[in-house]
């Protein structure tokens, strides 16, 4: 059974840094892509950063150079280190397969406010 449980969410001032981390239940978790996603209201769900089961990584353009997706292979967790936050960084994150399936977790929502 498929499962992912955000956590590490909270309220950061600009400029401000967080780290996502994200448990996931799936078997073979060491031979899949893995994805941090967000969503805004209204806005469709856009992946933020994958990390593939060989270590590679990409990002999206709106947050190359202050974001960095890792993962722990042992312990089936993949993280998200937030840097240089920006109040347009304020959504609910999520992570999934860089393939995403249909059952996701609660997410863990970010503010970044003054």
């Known amino acids: 059974q498929v499962e992912f449980v955000e956590s590490g969410g909270g309220l950061v001032q600009p400029g401000g840094s967080l780290n996502l981390s994200c448990q996931v239940s799936?078997?073979?978790?060491?031979?899949?892509?893995m994805g941090w996603y967000r969503q805004a209201p209204g806005k469709e769900r856009e992946l933020v950063a994958r990390?593939?089961?060989?270590?590679?990584?990409n990002y999206a353009d709106s947050v190359k150079g202050r974001f960095t997706v890792s993962r722990d292979n042992a312990k089936k967790t993949v993280s998200l280190q937030m840097n240089s936050l920006k109040p347009e960084d304020t959504v609910v994150y999520y992570c999934?397969?860089?393939?995403?399936?249909?059952?996701w977790g609660q997410g863990s929502r970010v503010t970044v406010s003054s």
């Open positions: 990390v593939k089961f060989g270590g590679a990584t």
């Open positions: 999934n397969f860089g393939s995403p399936s249909t059952i």
């Open positions: 799936a078997d073979m978790f060491r031979w899949l892509d």
